[in-house]
């Protein structure tokens, strides 16, 4: 006799840079082996790798979970897991006082975990004239070049490089698919610092997941807002 089958419940939610709706499952404990085994590793890429997985196989509609934007994959992974795991996020935060070694255990709602919010428009002015359009990173572009490299110029230019869509010219276009890549690692150093900041700023202000929220150290009873910035975050 076969043994039966559990059938998950499904659930809906709309991928904030496309505003597709789409609808997902609870993951398993089989992919959650996949997750816990990453999260060990303490390899940012292999987690991602495992979150991405996991996605893949949750959503039942097409979706190329490559070319998502990091923080759709932070939101869509989020709520998975309040399905899969539960409502409530536990993280441990150590308190910031000097003269305290106290660690915070903290309770976050993943209810209360807003969507990101997302800019106006992707267009970066460098002259009057000059103008970048760029879209936002996905997994394979944080994949592609590690941390440490992307805080230099080097890596935050070969990281640039790959999210231009297209460079205007007054009434100009030139597509970066159209552009080979060392052009476009030539035009971006010949910026000068001004410039080159407003690029700079973009990769930091690129939409996330973000939530605050005040705790009081048990040791020290001295309250604190704490900010989660990015899944990382969540699972501290």
Known sequence: MALPQLNSSRFSLTIPSTGQEVEY????????????????????KQVLKAVSEIIE???FDEID?????????????????AK??????????????????GSIPCEIKVDDIKPPVM???????LTDDVKIEARFPNIVDLESIDEEKLATIEGASEMFARLIIAIYDGEEMHLAKDTPHE???????????????????FLNDLPTMVHTQT????????????ELKGLASFFT
Do not use: W
């Not at 499952?25 to 940012?44: C, F, G, H, N, T």
């Not at 899969?84 to 070694?101: F, H, Q, R, T």
């Not at 035009?187 to 000068?192: G, I, K, T």
């Open 25 to 44: 499952r609870p993951y398993l404990v089989k992919e959650e082996k996949i997750l816990m085994m990453a999260l060990e590793s303490q390899d940012q």
């Open 57 to 59: 196989v949750c959503v």
């Open 65 to 81: 979970v490559s070319t998502l934007a990091m923080f759709d994959i932070e939101y869509l992974f989020l709520q998975m897991r």
């Open 84 to 101: 899969s795991v539960g409502e409530i996020i536990e993280v441990d935060i150590k308190c910031e006082d000097k003269n305290c070694k």
């Open 119 to 125: 800019h106006d428009n992707n267009m970066i002015a």
């Open 183 to 201: 052009d476009l690692i030539y035009f971006l150093e010949s910026l000068n610092s001004a410039q080159y900041a407003k690029l700079t700023e």
């Open 215 to 226: 705790i009081t150290c048990s040791l020290c009873n001295k309250p604190r807002e704490v």
